[in-house]
């Protein structure tokens, strides 16, 4: 078990605490000079013993003594003690990247959970494969596929030991031939088959336009080459006219070798140019869906296609991309999250105070503040993206639990429900039981009177929160057909329905009307000093190797340059149309508000402390006055938002960026 995941929070909360709530030491040379100047002078006599209580409390910070700063014959001793702002802003820069460099990868959260929850049971096995051995273990869901595959690998010894066994040991049995070879092959090649049966059966049925379908002549050497798996497919002749005929005798041939005919790269070249060409022929004829709409083809295919093939691939998808930190689109990680926490036991908790609260099973903790969060590490690494590359996520978008959503309700239901005392497989089986029944009752519950539903996500919690999550299954299935909206899901995933961000538009309209207010007001400088991050560490590399070091590291020089263009990009956005409502557009534009409305703080020596600057940036400062009086975090959690996060790379170079602008600031008050 590795130490470094286990340890992954204290390592951080260490680190990031000494930087941003135990480091009191963020008062530069300037400050101390500027408060004995003020003690010094005879105009503000009557304010010297205040003024002497703060200069006393700025030398507890760098313990040093204030009789000896306020002595002529020391001073400049203990002033030397003390780093002047360019020396401040150069120890910033080296805290920041000391932070990034504590940064783990996504993959590591899960690591954690797997170690936590399983502890030494397969330790031996890499991540991917302890993942998809335990949900085969504890669970049936989607295991049917896998165990067919693992079946048709037996010797004829292991097929009559295998035959012999019942239950669980025929379960064990299984387990035990699982090994990475399986993703190796399974992810390009396991749907093959089913992919090949889909194309022959689209063939057969599809208007493909005057001319048909015809093959390239690349594309008809390939089938030549994959002849070789059967005696059978030799006497058939390949006519391009005609491909789907092929096809058909192929998935007809009672020959075939199939494990070497599914692991063959021939023939996953094959199948891919083979869908590619047919996509292409696709793609410029046209159909009118059911709503009236005019699509390509080619949309349609893609979309059935995900619900022939993902069935078969569902728990490889699920394993390697939790274990490899691979964020999809379509709700698709959403759909892999929520039966991990039902397989690996994790629990909802709406008060994290309660005697029972577990952190290391904190589902929200764990699997969406820690690993699918603004998962910036992984947006800038050179890390390569599994394959279907087209259906990741671009950008990171840190979706938080949408208590909107019917599924995700259902999910928690059940989660929350100990009382069930249900197993993880009777638990995914009840939870989709139920899915299907909150669909129907839905649909029966059309023919009456609309009921109006509330946008906001918070109400959707606080209701659930209030007894509800208590009601008996059939009392849930009622209230969720009732009160929830089964639309919106594009007839891609039910983890779309009701996926629509009202509350984090709202904000964002607020916030860009605000900018542009705050434009004709105050300077525009002061909106775009925040952007400078990077070319502080430029301007510091010419004279120090440590920060000429940090901008040879590829990773957080990119990062820089990623936020950076975010910065810019959301800066010249004049349009708040096309700004997109997520969590990271959400705070960078509350930062460009943030700079515009706290501009006194800048007189502010109470806020020079780095742990009291970052209170105000997320709690506010009370005042009500504001849209910042309240702080980030209640934004953010309005909109169903993970907080303000220490672990969120994202959110510490706002901190800092933001620290670095206020002490750079300074310089206009002295």
Same mark, same amino acid.
């Given at each position: ?38 003690i ?38 203990? $002033? =030397?003690?003390?780093?002047?702002? %360019?020396? #401040?802003? /150069?120890? &910033?820069?080296? *805290? ?32 991917r ?47 035990n ?11 390009s090649? $396991? =749907?093959?088959i089913?992919?090949? %049966?889909? #194309?022959? /059966?689209? &063939?057969?049925? *599809? ?32 006519n ?69 093939i ?37 629990m ?19 699997l ?8 910036y ?12 590359k ?22 928690i239901?059940?989660?929350t ?35 109006s539903m ?43 329905a ?26 525009d ?21 440590r ?25 010249e ?9 997520s ?20 007189n ?42 220490e ?10 960026s ?13």
């Amino acid at each position: 078990m590795s130490q470094l995941n286990e340890n992954i929070t204290a390592n951080l909360k260490k680190i990031i605490s000494g930087s941003i709530t135990n480091i009191p030491q963020y008062y530069c040379r300037e400050d101390f000079e500027y408060m004995i100047k003020r003690i010094n002078n005879p105009k503000e006599k009557s304010g010297a013993p205040s003024k002497k209580k703060v200069l006393r409390e700025m030398c507890i910070a760098y313990e040093i003594s204030i009789e000896l700063l306020l002595d002529k014959a020391t001073i400049k001793d203990e $002033l =030397g003690k003390i780093p002047t702002r %360019k020396e #401040l802003k /150069k120890i &910033l820069l080296l *805290e920041m990247y000391s932070v990034y460099k504590a940064f783990p990868a996504s993959e590591n959260y899960i690591e954690r959970i797997v170690n936590q929850r399983l502890g030494d049971k397969f330790s031996g096995d890499p991540l991917r494969v302890r993942i998809l051995k335990h949900m085969i273990g504890v669970t049936d869901y989607y295991t049917k596929p896998i165990i067919k595959r693992i079946e048709r690998t037996f010797s004829a010894d292991e097929k009559k030991q295998y035959k012999k066994l019942k239950g669980n040991d025929a379960r064990v049995f299984i387990i035990n031939k699982i090994d990475d070879s399986l993703f190796r092959f399974g992810e390009s090649y $396991l =749907g093959n088959i089913k992919l090949i %049966k889909y #194309l022959n /059966k689209k &063939l057969h049925v *599809e208007k493909l336009g005057k001319e048909g379908f015809v093959v390239s002549g690349q594309l008809e050497e390939r089938f030549i080459s994959i002849k070789k798996f059967s005696p059978e497919l030799e006497k058939n002749e390949i006519n391009p006219q005609d491909i789907s005929e092929f096809i058909k005798v192929f998935l007809d041939c009672k020959q075939i070798n199939w494990l070497e005919f599914e692991q063959s790269t021939e023939v996953m070249h094959t199948v891919t140019q083979l869908e590619k060409e047919y996509r292409e022929h696709l793609k410029p004829i046209s159909y009118t869906t059911s709503k009236g709409k005019i699509a390509s083809l080619m949309e349609k295919y893609d979309a059935a296609k995900d619900n022939v093939i993902s069935d078969n691939n569902f728990l490889l998808k699920l394993s390697n991309s939790l274990a490899n930190g691979a964020f999809y689109t379509n709700g698709a990680t959403k759909s892999y999250l929520y039966p991990f926490a039902v397989a690996f036991d994790l629990m909802y908790y709406f008060d994290h105070e309660s005697g029972d609260y577990d952190a290391s099973r904190d589902l929200e903790k764990n699997l969406f503040y820690d690993f699918y969060g603004d998962n910036y590490l992984r947006y800038v690494s050179n890390k390569t993206f599994l394959e279907d590359k087209s259906s990741q996520e671009k950008e990171p978008t840190s979706e938080g639990i949408n208590f909107k959503n019917f599924v995700e309700a259902i999910y928690i239901y059940y989660i929350t429900r100990r009382d069930f005392a249900l197993t993880s497989s009777e638990k995914l089986k009840r939870i989709h039981q139920m899915i299907d029944a909150c669909k129907k009752r839905h649909q029966a519950l059309k023919k009456m009177p609309k009921k109006s539903m509330p946008k906001e996500t918070i109400l959707y919690k606080n209701n659930l929160q209030s007894n509800i999550l208590m009601l008996s299954e059939e009392a849930f299935i009622d209230y969720i057909a009732s009160n929830y909206d089964f639309k919106d899901n594009r007839e891609k995933s039910d983890f779309l329905a009701a996926s629509n961000q009202f509350t984090a538009e709202k904000y964002l309209h607020t916030l860009m009307e605000k900018i542009r207010v705050y434009r004709n007001e105050l300077p525009d400088q002061l909106a775009t000093d925040l952007q400078n991050l990077l070319s502080y560490f430029e301007n510091q590399a010419n004279n120090d190797a440590r920060i000429k070091n940090m901008l040879n590291d590829k990773s957080f020089s990119s990062l820089l340059e990623k936020i950076d263009q975010k910065l810019n990009t959301i800066h010249e956005m004049k349009d708040i149309t096309k700004i997109e409502a997520s969590r990271t557009n959400l705070i960078l534009l509350y930062v460009c508000v943030f700079i515009y409305e706290n501009v006194d703080l800048k007189n502010d020596l109470e806020i020079k402390e780095m742990n009291k600057f970052y209170k105000r940036f997320v709690s506010g400062d009370d005042t009500g006055e504001r849209i910042t009086s309240n702080g980030i975090n209640k934004i953010l959690e309005e909109c169903r938002y993970q907080k303000i996060y220490e672990k969120n790379i994202l959110d510490m170079y706002v901190i800092f960026s933001l620290y670095l602008w206020y002490v750079d600031s300074q310089i206009d008050v002295y």
